[in-house]
């Protein structure tokens, strides 16, 4: 007998604390138990330092490894067997674009489903509007 746990997963960076220079990166966890909605948050892993990340690969290594682990062989609690599913990545947009290696979200390449190149227009960049598609195809070329 065989229990399904989804789970959803956050990463954030917190840097709160600008007059020390100290960050925190988090990768925080929640089971999501329907019903009654309920949130169990759980920390996945902390990062605390005082300088930035330069390599989100080594980063989320850890992390990578054990969740490959627990959804291939699933966890066992209490003698029951738990089938984890990993359903969200919940990000915001600078911890997206730390994640996935990509342009901020002020840069000029910043979009993760096309190859519109934005202009700074007005102290911002913005992305001109275009008839044509410029996305890129299903292997992530253009």
Known sequence: NMLNVKI????????????????????????????????????????FGYEKLKDSNIFLSDFIIEAKSLIKNCLIVK?????????????????????????????YSLCTHCIIVGKYMSNIVCCPYSKKKFTKNSSGLY
């Open 79 to 107: 003698q029951v067997k738990r089938k984890i599913f990993i359903i969200a990545y919940c990000c915001d947009v600078p911890a997206k674009a730390f994640i996935l290696k990509i342009k901020n979200h002020t840069g």
């Open 8 to 47: 959803v997963i956050g990463i954030d960076k917190i840097s709160s604390f600008k007059s020390s220079g100290v960050l925190f990166w988090l990768i925080l966890g929640y089971v999501v138990v329907l019903p009654p909605f309920l949130k169990k948050v759980f920390p996945v892993r902390i990062y």
